[in-house]
């Protein structure tokens, strides 16, 4: 059971997203890649640019940055029982890195849920310099679980056959 702080956290950060998402344009929306053929089940964003143009100041979180899409894979179903993992990488850099992560002074989080079957991915920076660069994710339904760490890009790589 969760405690009365943790339920308000949570609710707070739903009616900041959903006021995020009030103001999107359908271009903000981003419909996940085809279907992984070897996994029908699993579905995997293109890499997303975030500049520092994309992000936005949290209105009910000022010190954190925010960018936010929309998913419908991303189900009730997904965010009880499944998996969303997400990745971040700069464009300078050839290394992948699972999320959250801290990045010299810099930390990247993200969340997701749904909302009515309408699955919202969001990822956080803290306020100041913010780190551009891509982010994808993916969207593991339990039954899809297998024995893939999905914390390592290379591993996840290889076991959907993702070509970059």
């Not at 925010?66 to 499944?82: L, M």
């Not at 993992?85 to 890195?97: N, Q």
């Not at 100041?128 to 390592?152: C, F, H, M, S």
């Amino acid at each position: 059971m969760m405690s009365v702080p943790t339920i308000r956290f949570i609710a707070v950060l739903l009616i900041g997203q959903l006021g995020l998402n009030a103001c999107q344009t359908n271009t903000d929306i981003v419909l996940p890649s085809t279907a992984i053929g070897t996994n029908p089940k699993v579905t995997v964003s293109d890499w997303i640019a975030i500049t520092d143009e994309t992000w936005t100041i949290s209105a009910k979180a000022p010190q954190l940055h925010i960018a936010g899409f929309v998913d419908s894979a991303v189900t009730n179903s997904v965010v009880e029982n499944g998996l969303v993992v997400a990745f971040y990488r700069h464009s300078a850099v050839e290394e992948v890195y699972p999320l959250p992560v801290a990045i010299g002074n810099q930390a990247i989080s993200f969340t997701y849920y749904a909302m009515n079957d309408k699955g919202i991915i969001s990822f956080q920076q803290k306020a100041g310099q913010t780190l551009d660069g891509e982010y994808r994710w993916i969207v593991v339904p339990k039954e899809a679980a297998k024995n893939v760490n999905w914390t390592d890009y290379d591993e996840v790589k290889q076991a959907l056959h993702l070509k970059e």
